[in-house]
C-alpha cells in the first residue's frame, strides 16, 4: 500500500514531523497497523535532532478520529477468542502512555469529531489544539464498553464531577467545554490552522500559539455545574438518575433519560473506573486497570450487542444484558477489576498493583 492509501501518513516539513491519520471514509478509525506505525514514528523521531516537534491531524473534513476500529472488536468477541482485541489494547494504551511522556511537543489537531481512541492519540499530548468544529466525546457506555485509552484518567482530573458526567452519558462537547474539562490547551479557529501547522515548520510552538491562539465561543457545561456536581456525586448509578430526575430541571432530567439509554452494566463499570482512577495516580496505573476492563468487556453480551445496534445493524435498539441497573450487582462490576496474572498490561511496574484503589 502506498501514498494516498495508506491509512497513516507521515513526512517531515522543517523542524515538524507529522502523522496524518488517512481513513477519511471510516473517519479515520484507528487499525492496530495504524497503532505499531505510529509508535515506530515517534521512536525514530526521538532520536532525530533535526525533529523538533511532532504533528498530528486527520485526513478529510469530518474529524480527527471517531475511534478504534470497532467493527474488528465486535467482530473478535462474537467470533474469536478476544486475544486480537487484547494484543489491539495493550499497543494502543502503550502508545497512549508514550504520548504522555514524549519527550518533544506533541501537538494535537482536535478539529472535528474526536472520540475514543481518537482522544488517546491527541488528549495526551502535550499541545492540544481544539476548534469551532470540535466535537470530543468518550461514548463508549452506548456500546456497551467502558471509557479507554486513558479516557478515564482524564476525565476523572475534570473539575468537579465533570468526568462523570462525559464518561457516563458519553455527551460531545465543543471547544470551551474540552478548554474546561482539561482536555485540550488552545483554541485556534479551523481557518487558521493551515496557517499554525504550517508555521511549526519554522517556528517554535509557543511562537506559532502566540500568532494563531484566540479565545473559544461560550461553552455550556460551565452553566450546568451546580446540577451536575450535586446529582454525579452519588454513590450508586441508580443514585445518579435518581437525583437527576428529581433535581427537576430539562438538561438534568435529559442526561437521566440517557443513562437509562446505556448499558447497564458499561454504566456501573464506569463509575467504578473513574472513581478508582482518582485513586489510582499516574496515567501508567490507570491504563493498567483500563486493560483488565477492556479485556473483561468481552466476555459480556452488551459489547456484541452495542456495536450491532449503533454501528452494524443501527437499530439503536440494543438489547441489554442484564436490562436493568438493580440486575448488575457489585460482584458483577468487581469482576471487571480483576487480576489478569501474566496477562496484565504492566506499564506501571512491578509492585504497583492497582488493587490498591478499590
Known amino acids: 500500500m502506498s501514498g494516498t492509501e495508506d491509512p497513516v501518513l507521515f513526512h517531515t516539513a522543517g523542524r515538524a514531523a ?28 526521538e532520536r532525530d535532532p533535526s525533529v523538533r516537534t511532532v504533528v498530528i491531524t486527520g485526513a478529510g473534513e469530518r474529524g480527527l478520529c471517531a475511534g478504534g476500529d470497532i467493527r474488528s472488536i465486535h467482530d473478535d468477541a462474537r467470533d474469536g477468542d478476544g486475544a486480537a482485541s487484547a494484543a489491539f489494547w495493550r499497543d494502543e494504551y502503550r502508545l497512549n502512555a508514550r504520548i504522555a511522556g514524549y519527550p518533544k511537543p ?11 481512541g481518537g482522544v488517546g492519540v491527541s488528549a495526551h499530548g502535550s499541545v492540544r489544539i481544539v ?9 463508549e ?23 462523570t458526567h462525559l464518561a457516563l452519558t458519553g455527551a460531545q462537547i465543543g471547544a470551551a467545554d474540552a478548554l474546561l474539562c482539561g482536555l485540550a490547551d488552545h ?18 510552538v509557543p511562537d506559532a500559539l502566540a500568532l494563531h491562539v484566540q479565545p473559544p465561543p461560550q461553552g455550556e457545561l460551565g452553566a450546568g455545574r451546580e446540577w ?15 437525583r437527576l430526575f428529581a433535581h427537576g430541571g430539562p438538561d438534568a432530567k435529559e442526561a437521566a433519560e440517557t443513562l437509562l439509554a446505556k448499558s447497564p452494566t458499561a454504566l456501573k463499570v464506569t463509575l467504578a473506573a473513574i472513581r ?31 456495536v450491532r445496534a ?29 487480576p489478569l496474572g501474566d496477562r496484565e498490561l504492566g506499564l506501571a511496574g512491578p509492585g504497583t498493583a492497582v488493587e490498591a484503589a478499590w
Open 18 to 45: 507529522h502523522i496524518t491519520l488517512n481513513r477519511p471514509r471510516a473517519l479515520n478509525a484507528l487499525t492496530h497497523a495504524m497503532v505499531r506505525r505510529i509508535d515506530e514514528a515517534l521512536t525514530a523521531w
Open 106 to 116: 506533541y501537538v494535537a489537531i482536535m478539529d472535528g469529531i474526536v472520540m475514543g
Open 131 to 139: 476548534t469551532e468544529r470540535s466535537r470530543i466525546a468518550m461514548p
Open 141 to 163: 457506555t452506548g456500546i456497551g464498553f467502558v471509557p479507554d485509552v486513558g479516557g478515564t484518567y482524564l476525565l476523572a482530573l475534570a473539575p468537579g464531577e465533570l468526568g
Open 187 to 204: 483554541y485556534v479557529p479551523s481557518a487558521a490552522l493551515g496557517s499554525f501547522v504550517g508555521g511549526l515548520a519554522e517556528l517554535s
Open 228 to 242: 451536575i456536581d450535586s446529582c454525579y456525586a452519588a454513590d450508586t448509578v441508580e443514585d445518579i438518575v435518581q
Open 276 to 306: 478508582r482512577a482518582r485513586r489510582l495516580g499516574p496515567l501508567e496505573r490507570v491504563l493498567d486497570q483500563e486493560y483488565r476492563v477492556s479485556c473483561a468487556a468481552l466476555s459480556i453480551p452488551d459489547l456484541v450487542e452495542g
Open 310 to 338: 449503533q454501528i452494524i445493524d443501527k437499530d439503536r435498539a440494543p438489547q441489554w444484558s442484564p436490562a436493568t441497573l438493580a440486575e448488575v450487582s457489585d460482584a458483577d462490576v468487581a469482576r471487571f477489576f480483576a
